[in-house]
């Protein structure tokens, strides 16, 4: 019984200004995940084609979510940054995903669902088959944890259903190579070449919601800019929008049992946590039996403590594109070098002639 070597490995599209949503539920505990671990965050610009085309500002996208990455604290030298496209071995192993994933696994896609709307003729046919390409930028490495926001976990079951798949319907050709390894699913034992990934989205905020609506999740593509935080707000603009922030009249609960059926509170009492890095728990211990006339202001002196040195630093990157260029050319050839293992592996085991 063997195990895979631990990598981890997540994503962030550069479509629209990120926010508060993204920083909690991802960017954070990436720079948490890289003290004791081998990590790659990829800028995912492959993915952003799937919803719009053509993007004037793709250039600009793409670097200033480079340095959000790099202003929080991840450390390119260390780690691997870089973006999608430029390792071309992603879209190969995604062609192969799409001839693993079955189309039934594709029609569950509460995502597509969301995004395709109404006009479900309409969609391009990348929006479909995206989940497939997120599980390639994932299994090209080989990559064993997924840190994620809760709205992934749906795209990271399918993620092990293709290595599952894979690995059961190669088996016989994966063992003469030596380069599978015996584990468990369940009770069933695997000899797999792809691990089953294990998606990381625990933490108190997996699901940052809207500051307009406590039962929306907060999002790049809500109309209401007042609804999120954005992770070049200025003080100003953080401290209006923790203010105007929708909330119930009753007092903070002192247990966290008492947020059931307060959408409103349980979601600022877990940004609260998320940027203390403490639980709900200890939030309450110190805040419950308080109004939201004393807790709004200490979480917004909390958001501008954490939030003002990371947007001040992404400015000082982004003044400097040729840096930033510079990182993600280092980190694609990284990348790549990983990446063409792991394709010459695949290609042997299919059985394609090189
Ligand atoms: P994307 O770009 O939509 O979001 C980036 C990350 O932010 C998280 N997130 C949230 N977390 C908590 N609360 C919210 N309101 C919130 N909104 C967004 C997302 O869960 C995500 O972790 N499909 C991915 C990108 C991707 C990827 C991958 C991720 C492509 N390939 C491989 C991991 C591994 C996406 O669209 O994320």
């Known amino acids: 019984m063997g195990e895979f070597k631990p990598l981890v490995f997540s994503g962030v599209q550069p479509t629209g200004n990120l926010h508060l949503g993204n920083y909690l539920g ?3 505990k990436f720079v948490a995940l890289q003290e004791n671990n081998d990590c790659m965050y990829c800028v995912v610009d492959l993915h952003a084609l799937t919803a719009q085309l053509v993007h004037d ?6 670097r200033s979510i480079t340095a959000a990455f790099l202003a929080a604290g991840i450390d390119p030298k260390q780690h691997i940054v870089f973006n999608q496209s430029q390792v071309p071995q992603h879209a190969e192993l995604a062609w192969i995903f799409n001839c693993v994933a079955r189309l039934g696994w594709m029609n569950r896609m509460t995502q597509f669902k969301d995004k395709a709307g109404k006009d479900r003729e309409q969609a ?3 929006l479909y088959a995206y989940p497939s390409l997120m599980a390639a930028d994932i299994l090209v490495y080989r990559a064993t944890h997924v840190p994620v926001g809760e709205d992934q976990k749906q795209h990271l ?3 092990r259903d293709i290595a599952m798949k894979f690995n059961i319907d190669f088996m016989d050709k994966i063992r003469p190579t030596g380069l599978g390894i015996d584990i468990t699913v369940g009770e069933e034992p695997v000899h797999a070449y792809f691990p089953m990934v294990e998606p990381l989205i625990d933490g108190p905020a997996p699901r940052v919601m809207s500051f307009k609506d406590g039962t929306k999740k907060m999002s790049k593509s809500d109309p209401s800019d007042l609804s999120r935080i954005n992770l070049m707000d200025d003080a100003d603009a953080i401290s209006r929008k923790i203010r105007k922030a929708k909330t119930d009249p009753d007092a903070l609960p002192s247990e966290v049992d008492g947020l059931k059926g307060r959408p409103e509170a349980d ?3 877990g940004i609260f946590a998320a940027l203390a890095d403490k639980t709900k ?4 211990g110190e805040f419950g039996g308080q109004q939201f006339s004393v807790f709004k202001p200490a979480l917004v002196d909390l958001s501008i403590e954490v939030l003002a040195p990371i ?5 000082r990157l982004m003044a400097d594109p040729s840096y930033i260029d510079s990182v993600l050319r280092d980190g ?3 990348a790549r070098e990983r990446a063409e293992k792991t394709m010459n592996e695949v290609r042997d085991i299919i059985g394609f002639v090189r």
């Open 157 to 159: 079951e399918l993620t």
């Open 311 to 315: 947007s001040a630093e992404m400015r």
């Open 57 to 62: 500002d793709m250039p600009a996208q793409i």
């Open 124 to 126: 391009s046919l990348g």
């Open 267 to 269: 979601n600022l009492v």
């Open 332 to 334: 694609g050839a990284r």
């Open 26 to 28: 991802a960017i954070r």
């Open 281 to 284: 728990a200890e939030v309450l």
